[in-house]
């Protein structure tokens, strides 16, 4: 059965970095788009970035453009996503997703997800 498991969330301080991890387990991780989803209490999930199945091609919302970077390792079955300069704005539960899908999009609609990771920012 093919599960996503997140790991690397906590807390941190405004300003401080956190590098999340998410493991693909399965025989198929390279057929798989990937994607970082985050959803904060009362609010709907939002997409955070995704990743092609080649890598190649990343895509960003734009509240995190420039401060957050995905990408993923085939060897290891692994998507990551390395977040600097965190605000509290960031503070949510942060959802590992994948996707047969060529182009992955921005809505939740994926084959697999994780069962998420806290991120929590505060002084």
């Known amino acids: 059965q093919e599960q996503l498991l997140e790991s690397g969330g906590g807390l941190v301080q405004p300003g401080g970095s956190l590098r999340l991890s998410c493991v693909y387990s399965g025989y198929t991780f390279n057929n798989y788009a990937m994607a970082w989803f985050r959803q904060a209490p009362g609010k709907e999930r939002e997409f955070v970035a995704s990743?092609?199945?080649?890598?190649?091609?990343?895509d960003y919302s734009d509240s995190v453009k420039g401060r957050f970077a995905i990408s993923r390792d085939g060897a290891k079955n692994t998507v990551f996503l390395q977040m600097n300069n965190l605000t509290p704005g960031d503070t949510a539960v942060y959802y590992c997703?994948?996707?047969?899908?060529?182009?992955?999009?921005?809505?939740?609609?994926?084959?697999?997800w994780g069962r998420g990771t806290q991120v929590t920012v505060s002084p």
């Open positions: 997703a994948g996707t047969r899908a060529y182009a992955p999009p921005r809505s939740p609609h994926y084959d697999l």
């Open positions: 990743v092609s199945w080649s890598g190649g091609i990343t």
